[in-house]
């Protein structure tokens, strides 16, 4: 059973600098049917999607963020890590790490988060 | 980026009740439609993919339908472990993105 585990500072002072780990256990990083994302979620409010990466270093952003945020991988200790930087008090959220995994549906590539962590309450606070 | 705007916001239900949330995309998605149940501080939990297809493990009163730009969950027969709140997301394109869930609340 694959399992992802989010680590990282829970307080950020502004401007500084955000960093997380998502830690996957019970499966390979490198798999070939998987994308890793990071998704966050202000106090009540919904899922936003922040980008992710493919275990060759291949990423995609979400165009709102992208100029702050850096997602990286290393293979050899199959973990995923997120940076973003700049970050003001409208960062606060929890942050989750999710495995995206591409199936297949009649011939066609779908793809669907169906790993997710259990989510990492980052504040950014003086 | 694909807007996702699911309806209602919340609602009130009993066990035994059928529910059925709706959601619209602001273009034509195709079936690339995925659902999710999620409780406070738990991993978001994976229910339906490609609109209509059930995820292994998740309760056979979950259904789902539509294609195109509409969409829904169905839970036949609500039980206790479904009062949460249900997300959409769509797998169209880039940004991924979700519907700003529907809480589900005991009546």
């Known amino acids: 059973q694959v399992q992802l585990q989010e680590s990282g500072p829970g307080l950020v002072k502004p401007s500084q600098t955000l960093s997380l780990t998502c830690s996957v256990s019970?499966?390979?990083?490198?798999?070939?049917?998987?994308?890793w994302s990071w998704i966050r979620q202000p106090a009540g409010k919904g899922l936003e999607w922040i980008g992710r990466i493919y275990s060759s270093g291949s990423t995609n952003h979400n165009p709102s963020l992208k100029s702050r945020v850096t997602i990286s991988v290393d293979t050899s200790k199959n973990q995923v890590f997120l940076e973003l930087s700049s970050v003001t008090a409208a960062d606060t959220a929890v942050y989750y790490c999710?495995?995206?995994?591409?199936?297949?549906?009649?011939?066609?590539?779908?793809?669907?988060?169906?790993?997710w962590g259990q989510g990492s309450l980052v504040t950014v606070s003086s | 980026d694909i807007q996702m705007t699911q309806s209602p916001s919340s609602l009130s239900a009993s066990v035994g009740d059928r529910v059925t949330i709706t959601c619209r995309a602001s273009?034509?998605?195709?079936?690339?439609l995925n659902w999710y149940q999620h409780n406070p501080g738990k991993a978001p939990k994976l229910l339906i993919y490609a609109a209509s297809t059930l995820e292994t493990g998740a309760p056979s009163r979950f259904s789902g339908s539509g294609s195109g730009t509409d969409f829904t969950l169905t839970i036949s027969s609500l039980q206790r472990d479904d009062f949460a709140t249900y997300y959409c997301?769509?797998?169209?394109?880039?940004?991924?993105?979700f519907g700003q869930g529907t809480k589900v609340e005991i009546k």
């Open positions: 997301q769509q797998s169209y394109s880039m940004p991924r993105t």
């Open positions: 019970g499966g390979s990083i490198s798999s070939a049917s998987y994308y």
């Open positions: 999710a495995g995206e995994r591409s199936g297949s549906y009649y011939n066609r590539a779908v793809y669907y988060f169906d790993y």
């Open positions: 273009q034509s998605i195709s079936l690339y």
